[in-house]
């Protein structure tokens, strides 16, 4: 378990001043973890709809008006 949180936050904080986006490399990861969604065969969908009404719900709470 990490008990200081702060020095963890600090490392990443500097690991991602230091790192650039690497196109290619985020390219093969995305590859990757689809690859592995299939092999665990979650891609395709079954129903592509399912959990939609749950996603639109999240999507209305979440799109809060401001009032004035």
């Known amino acids: 378990m990490i008990k200081d949180t702060r020095l963890i936050e600090e490392f990443e904080k ?7 986006p690497d ?3 985020n390219l093969k990861i995305f590859e990757a973890m689809y ?10 969908l079954k129903d592509p ?5 749950e996603t639109i719900r999240f999507a209305k709470a979440l799109n809060v008006s401001k009032i004035a």
């Open 14 to 20: 500097n690991y991602v001043k230091k790192e650039h």
């Open 35 to 44: 690859e592995e969604a299939r092999a665990l065969n979650i891609f395709p």
């Open 49 to 53: 709809m399912e959990g939609f009404e």
């Open 23 to 25: 196109f290619f490399r």
